[in-house]
């Protein structure tokens, strides 16, 4: 299994500003994705951030506005860039492990609550 | 595009075992599906995930038809904990990298 903590839990920010958020997970990992989940709906993939490649962005998502650095196998972190209202959304990390990497678990964090005035 | 079609919400009588039936008519041979739960507030766990063959864990079991267009996960006796939001996920291999589509979900709500 996988332990994963996220930073910070919720945050409300102001319209215009960026924020970070920092995952961690207890293991190495190869393949960690970045997962938005708006008020009421289900999880949206952001992108796959793979240590030692650029980020692969899913369609409606780009780097300017969601910039993902992976320095290693343990950390990633996900930028909210010029946030607008319309950013406000629970932001979950998460990470395929397991022995066997054709069937490895998907583990969630607990996700960072994002509240944009 | 998720590649699965549930039920918006179902209930359930605490006790009981509870059904809840996925379509995933669009399958390819190698791919599973996988069962996932987000209780309120919380992060996605995970349940249990199969090919073909039906499967069964500490937590639930899961039936996959022979044509594996469609599967049900059992909760074999529901509890007010499993009060959640069950996501079935068909899982995509693109050039190795693994990818999630999660769609609607259902809403399961355990009964007094």
């Known amino acids: 299994s996988a332990v994963i903590s996220q930073k910070p839990s919720r945050d409300i920010c102001q319209r215009g500003t960026s924020l970070t958020i920092q995952c961690q997970v207890d293991?190495?990992?190869?393949?960690m994705f970045w997962y938005r989940q708006q008020p009421g709906q289900s999880l949206t993939l952001i992108a796959t951030?793979?240590?030692?490649?650029?980020?692969?962005?899913e369609s409606g998502f780009v780097i300017d506005k969601f910039p993902i650095s992976r320095p290693n196998l343990t950390f990633s972190t996900l930028t909210v860039s010029n946030m607008s209202p319309e950013d406000s959304s629970i932001y979950l990390c998460s990470v395929v492990a397991g022995h066997l990497a054709n069937t490895g678990e998907l583990f969630f964090g607990e996700g960072s609550r994002l509240t944009v005035l | 595009d998720a590649k699965t079609t549930q039920p918006t919400s179902m209930d359930c009588a605490e006790g009981r075992a509870a059904n809840l039936p996925c379509n995933h008519s669009t399958i390819s041979g190698n791919e599973y599906v996988y069962w996932y739960r987000q209780i309120h507030s919380q992060g996605p766990q995970y349940i249990i995930h199969g090919l073909k063959n039906n499967e069964t864990n500490e937590m639930a079991s899961l039936i996959i038809t022979e044509d594996r267009k469609s599967s049900t996960l059992i909760l074999p006796h529901a509890t007010l904990r499993d009060t959640a939001v069950y996501y079935c996920?068909?899982?995509?291999?693109?050039?190795?990298?693994?990818?999630?589509?999660f769609g609607t979900g259902t809403r399961l709500t355990i009964i007094p």
């Open positions: 951030a793979n240590q030692g490649s650029e980020a692969t962005y």
């Open positions: 293991s190495q990992v190869t393949m």
């Open positions: 996920i068909v899982r995509e291999r693109f050039f190795g990298n693994e990818k999630l589509t």
